[in-house]
């Protein structure tokens, strides 16, 4: 693995040291995760990008690890091991282990989780804060914010009536930042020459539970845990919703929902603006949907507490297509750059992730990462 100088390990560990002292004064309790992990929850949980760049591997009993590729999962399962269906909030700084080509292997990051806070918006707006608090730290005053709201985009897509898997499928190509084309009703479907055409037409109308029980099974008898950076329970869904589409005539998006994701995606701006951009599409489209208005009047308060802690919202920018790399965020989401450069910090809310962990009490939760080497570069 490729590790940082050694001239800059005083000022990374100065560097280090003062932010998490920053995060931990805003009462956010210290806690260092171990670095091996199991690999499941990071193949289930995880975004692509994650998934791809993950060091596994095993124990003496033959379970799969990993080195921790990041730190929410990590923070999660320690919260779900010491207070579970508590609230808490955590801070941590500490190496992570992603492969890549262009950047070290193993490099820090710092941040904080807040489990259990039902006050929404204010808890987003909290987090939001010491994100900028932290990087005016290192002189970085002037940074470019971009918002996002998955909570928004999943609303619009329940109001659409969009199909499940062709939802689920739509998320993960929003994360990603790829076209709706292959979601598209024509976009993608059984072909003739289709060499899994028999496997599509016998799980047609199958349980999904099933499907993904008998896909688990086979990777494992052939020893494999993902195939591309996909888990088991993404390949089954893939065939899921090939299979509804040769069965349906197509169960993707439909021409007028897709012109409307469109529209959608192109919304972007200071966020009241936004907020009535939104507004009009919702009316325009004759959206009738209470988990939409709802989502809409928590983007709108949201707002109103980001403001009430005299961020400069007015350059804050809102984008309709932003989502996130990570399949857990639920809502809120964030990044924080500076001149076009890489994310410096960046963050969201993930409401289910402690459910899909195994917790009975389903806790909210919200918080964000620094990239601390980039945080504290070279000038500063």
Known sequence: MTRPEAGETGAGDAARTRLHAHLAAAGYRPVAPPVLQPVEPFLELSGEDIRRRIFVT????????CLRPEFTIPVCRLHRAEADGQAADYSYCGPVFRLAADEP?????????????????????????????????????????????MGLTVALLDGLAVPPAAKRRTLRALAAGRSLDA??????????????????????????????AFVEDVLAIAGISAVGGRSAGEIAERFLGKAAAQANGGAGLNAENRAILDRYRTISGHPDAAARDLRALVTDANLRHDALSAALDLFEERTGFIAARGLPIERFRFQGGFARNLDYYTGFIFEVTERDGP??????????????????????????????????????
């Open 183 to 212: 979601v598209t009703n024509g976009g993608e479907g059984a072909r003739p020459e289709d060499p899994h055409a028999g496997l599509l037409a016998a799980i047609q109308g199958q349980d999904p539970r099933g499907v993904r």
């Open 105 to 149: 292997d193993e490099f820090f990051q710092a941040g904080i989780e807040s489990i259990g806070r039902t006050d929404t918006p204010a808890a987003d707006a909290e987090v939001l804060g010491l994100a900028l608090e932290g990087l005016a730290l290192f002189g970085r005053t002037d940074p470019a914010v971009r918002l996002g709201d």
């Open 58 to 65: 095993q124990d003496a009993a033959g379970a799969e690890l």
């Open 343 to 380: 994310i410096l910090v960046g963050g969201g809310r993930y409401d289910g992730l402690l459910g899909h962990l195994g917790s009975p009490v389903a806790l909210p939760a919200v918080g964000c990462t620094f990239w601390v080497e980039r945080v504290a570069g070279a000038g500063r």
